[in-house]
């Protein structure tokens, strides 16, 4: 009998003779943490501390005032962060109110992660989300198990709000779904700003492990999540000061859950369940920068067991994802046939050929490691392909222009 875990490095197998009612209930409590509020932000708040811990970029700031958040302070597309976060944070979220300085110096280094910004249609399953316009890509550095996790967001000048998340390991793939999407923070929002929203999420996870490929766990749970920017003031944190941020606290109450689980082909539901313990996290937000570091809190013994908080940034560019192989692309620019040359040892996949809005124009069969684009009716500009193998593992990407007479 196995049941899955979620540590600091990812889902892990653990193995016991338990009974399968609570092999369900102990996993699901642990997905949802995964899903449910860390993704990359906010959706995953938990997402970000056990698998993301997000948090994006760091500037000073010369004024000690109130500030307002708006969709121009969120990454722009091509930035990747990296958060240091701590397992065992030696420091509290401190009091809320006007003109508060947090210290949060005494965090430590516990791990490492590093986030990327993209457009979707580069991240695995983002045809499940066509509205989503932003996907943010959080890796543990140096974990064995090679843990990822993709969030998939709609941002707007109104919102930014988070539709899924998919995380894969070499054990484990997560796919989740949130009805409505969870709303990570309203624009504008200041001190004083305060959203709720509820939300259902169906969280599918598979095992990919050769000895249980094909065991699959359900879970089906609904959370009110409840935001309030409860404070502005200045923070210090191991990398910097802060002279303006403001800092919003989430509770989030679970409401209801029920999981089904899949083994060797038999099918065992579990017994749905009401209520459960909320979870708080507070996140501080600036200027530039959104979210500058994280504390995750257990509100049963009011402890903190999870704190993150961002050290660099950079800018890499719209196409961030690194090429699997390269390829040959020609003419480039072209103006009625586009030929895509792929390296030795890839033959056959799919390409996906996207304007630079994100809509995709086109996608056919890649026969013998080459592919002709007919490229007449296709507007001036710029195009960005994506070729994929018949697994769906991503071969070679990239842009070309296309440049009538």
């Given at each position: 009998?196995?049941?899955?875990?979620?540590?600091?490095?990812?889902?892990?197998?653990?193995?016991?003779?338990?009974?399968?009612?609570?092999?369900?209930?102990?996993?699901?409590?642990?997905?949802?943490?995964?899903?449910?509020?860390?993704?990359?932000?906010?959706?995953?708040?938990?997402?970000?501390?056990?698998?993301?811990?997000?948090?994006?970029?760091?500037?000073?700031?010369?004024?000690?005032?109130?500030?307002?958040?708006?969709?121009?302070?969120?990454?722009?597309?091509?930035?990747?962060?990296?958060?240091?976060?701590?397992?065992?944070?030696?420091?509290?979220?401190?009091?809320?109110?006007?003109?508060?300085?947090?210290?949060?110096?005494?965090?430590?280094?516990?791990?490492?992660?590093?986030?990327?910004?993209?457009?979707?249609?580069?991240?695995?399953?983002?045809?499940?989300?066509?509205?989503?316009?932003?996907?943010?890509?959080?890796?543990?550095?140096?974990?064995?198990?090679?843990?990822?996790?993709?969030?998939?967001?709609?941002?707007?000048?109104?919102?930014?709000?988070?539709?899924?998340?998919?995380?894969?390991?070499?054990?484990?793939?997560?796919?989740?779904?949130?009805?409505?999407?969870?709303?990570?923070?309203?624009?504008?929002?200041?001190?004083?700003?305060?959203?709720?929203?509820?939300?259902?999420?169906?969280?599918?996870?598979?095992?990919?492990?050769?000895?249980?490929?094909?065991?699959?766990?359900?879970?089906?749970?609904?959370?009110?999540?409840?935001?309030?920017?409860?404070?502005?003031?200045?923070?210090?944190?191991?990398?910097?000061?802060?002279?303006?941020?403001?800092?919003v606290k989430q509770i989030a109450t679970p409401i209801y859950d029920s999981s089904y689980t899949i083994i060797s082909g038999t099918g065992y539901p579990g017994t749905g369940a009401h209520g459960g313990i909320p979870?708080?996290?507070?996140?501080?937000?600036?200027?530039?920068?959104?979210?500058?570091?994280?504390?995750?809190?257990?509100?049963?013994?009011?402890?903190?067991?999870?704190?993150?908080?961002?050290?660099?940034?950079?800018?890499?560019?719209?196409?961030?994802?690194?090429?699997?192989?390269?390829?040959?692309?020609?003419?480039?620019?072209?103006?009625?046939?586009?030929?895509?040359?792929?390296?030795?040892?890839?033959?056959?996949?799919?390409?996906?050929?996207?304007?630079?809005?994100?809509?995709?124009?086109?996608?056919?069969?890649?026969?013998?490691?080459k592919v002709e684009l007919n490229t007449t009716s296709y507007n001036n500009g710029i195009y960005l392909y994506r070729i994929a193998d018949m697994n769906g593992n991503v071969i070679t990407q990239g842009k070309f222009?296309?440049?009538?007479?």
């Amino acid at each position: 009998m196995w049941y899955l875990v979620l540590d600091r490095g990812g889902i892990a197998l653990i193995f016991a003779n338990t009974d399968i009612e609570n092999i369900v209930c102990f996993l699901f409590r642990a997905l949802i943490i995964i899903n449910n509020k860390y993704s990359t932000m906010k959706t995953n708040r938990y997402l970000k501390t056990v698998i993301s811990s997000a948090g994006l970029i760091i500037f000073g700031f010369t004024a000690n005032a109130q500030i307002t958040i708006t969709k121009s302070d969120i990454p722009v597309l091509g930035s990747v962060q990296v958060m240091i976060t701590d397992t065992v944070p030696p420091v509290t979220p401190g009091a809320a109110g006007a003109n508060v300085s947090w210290n949060l110096s005494g965090l430590t280094h516990d791990g490492k992660d590093s986030l990327s910004y993209f457009a979707p249609w580069y991240a695995p399953d983002a045809s499940a989300f066509p509205s989503a316009n932003l996907a943010i890509r959080t890796v543990i550095v140096g974990d064995p198990k090679g843990t990822r996790s993709y969030e998939y967001d709609a941002l707007s000048s109104n919102s930014k709000l988070e539709r899924g998340s998919y995380i894969a390991n070499t054990q484990t793939n997560v796919f989740s779904v949130n009805t409505p999407s969870i709303k990570q923070i309203p624009f504008p929002a200041t001190y004083n700003t305060t959203w709720k929203d509820t939300v259902s999420t169906i969280i599918i996870a598979t095992f990919v492990d050769p000895t249980y490929a094909g065991d699959t766990v359900k879970l089906y749970e609904t959370i009110l999540f409840s935001d309030t920017i409860d404070g502005w003031g200045s923070l210090t944190t191991p990398a910097t000061t802060y002279t303006s941020v403001l800092r919003v606290k989430q509770i989030a109450t679970p409401i209801y859950d029920s999981s089904y689980t899949i083994i060797s082909g038999t099918g065992y539901p579990g017994t749905g369940a009401h209520g459960g313990i909320p979870s708080e996290t507070f996140e501080w937000l600036a200027n530039n920068d959104y979210v500058v570091a994280q504390l995750g809190i257990d509100t049963v013994g009011k402890m903190v067991h999870t704190g993150s908080y961002l050290t660099s940034t950079v800018f890499t560019g719209i196409n961030e994802i690194t090429n699997n192989s390269t390829g040959l692309v020609y003419p480039n620019p072209a103006s009625t046939q586009v030929n895509i040359v792929l390296s030795a040892g890839n033959k056959t996949g799919t390409i996906r050929v996207f304007d630079i809005a994100g809509r995709q124009i086109e996608s056919q069969e890649v026969k013998d490691g080459k592919v002709e684009l007919n490229t007449t009716s296709y507007n001036n500009g710029i195009y960005l392909y994506r070729i994929a193998d018949m697994n769906g593992n991503v071969i070679t990407q990239g842009k070309f222009d296309i440049l009538h007479q």
